[in-house]
């Protein structure tokens, strides 16, 4: 069992691999690693090239967005949707 979950925090599919802003559970290090695109969708092992600690990484199917916006400029949206707040009082 791995004790180290490498969080995907952004992705991009190019046409070779998927390119991947992992942070790493152990040494909250952020970092950026390539993978074939092959391995879409699966789990990963391999080791924080960071602290070294091996863990996981879950990989990002290519949405159906993705593979029509291709070319697309690099854009870093933050998305942070807090709980929803549903006033039901009269
Ligand atoms: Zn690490």
New binding site residues.
Partial sequence: MAS?IFRVQSHKFSQDNIQTTLV?S??D?VFSKEFPLDLEGQTIEFK?P??G?PGEADLPYKSAEEREEFEEDFEEVDEEEGGEDFDEEY
Avoid: D, G, N, Q
């Fill in positions: 180290t790493c152990r040494c290090e924080c960071v602290c600690a």
